[in-house]
């Protein structure tokens, strides 16, 4: 049984727009969650984090939000741009260190 | 060198083969990890060892064999493998707090069993 869940295997968006990432989760105990981001041969890439406690992250052109009573996170990249296009990854710790991840949503960005 | 490091980056081998994939981290972190990423799945963590320690096997198979000998080092032992182990293998870094630590990664290994 998948925790985390990236319902949408890929997403294009046209160069200067928002891209909206989404993620679901199951496991109500999760209390940490954090976005990477993966070019091909390369290790994934910290973007950034939000705590439970809070429902709002914003660094840069990256916001994430979280709606716990919906068990769902997303990830707003503004004004999205060519080197954005990657593999974006949302994860979760359950327990101390251990990351759950989803499978991940292509993203492509249009010029 | 910056990060986390991984070698080799690509590796075939034999189904009676014995290889070791190298993995060292240059951020002064604790805690060290492997994962393993098999086509279109999620990344899967397979051990954890913080301050050398092993403190997490997430019930995997005995052919992979983990060593930790200092904070900055890990290795993964591989022998017998079978060709479902074909996948690409991660190590990660942290500095183990609270929990709420990122963790860093490398680029990887890409690994082939024939």
């Known amino acids: 049984d998948q925790q985390v869940k990236q319902n949408s295997p890929s997403l294009s968006v046209q160069e200067g727009r928002i891209s909206i990432l989404n993620c679901d989760y199951t496991?109500?105990?999760?209390?940490?969650f954090l976005w990477y981001k993966k070019y091909p041969a390369e290790g994934p890439t910290f973007l950034i984090s939000?705590?439970?406690?809070?429902d709002k992250n914003e660094d840069g052109r990256f916001t994430v939000f979280l709606n716990k009573s919906a068990k769902h996170l997303s990830l707003h990249i503004v004004p999205s741009q060519p080197g954005d296009s990657a593999v974006y990854f949302c994860?979760?710790?359950?327990?101390?260190?251990?990351?759950?991840f989803g499978q991940g949503t292509r993203l492509t960005i249009n010029p | 060198e910056t990060g986390v490091t991984q070698t080799p980056r690509h590796l075939v081998m034999g189904m009676t083969n014995k290889k070791s994939l190298k993995c060292e981290q240059h951020l002064g972190h604790n805690a060290m990890y492997w994962y393993k990423q098999s086509a279109k799945k999620p990344l899967e963590l397979m051990f954890v060892y913080n301050f050398k320690e092993q403190t997490e096997n997430n019930s995997v198979p005995s052919r992979f064999s983990p060593e930790c000998p200092n904070s900055s080092h890990l290795f993964l032992h591989l022998h017998t493998l079978q060709p479902e182990d074909s996948a690409l293998y991660l190590c990660a870094s942290s500095q183990a707090s609270s929990g709420q630590e990122t963790q860093y990664f490398g680029p990887g290994t890409r690994l082939l069993v024939l």
């Open positions: 496991n109500s105990m999760f209390d940490y």
């Open positions: 994860a979760a710790i359950q327990g101390a260190q251990k990351l759950v």
């Open positions: 939000i705590s439970s406690i809070k």
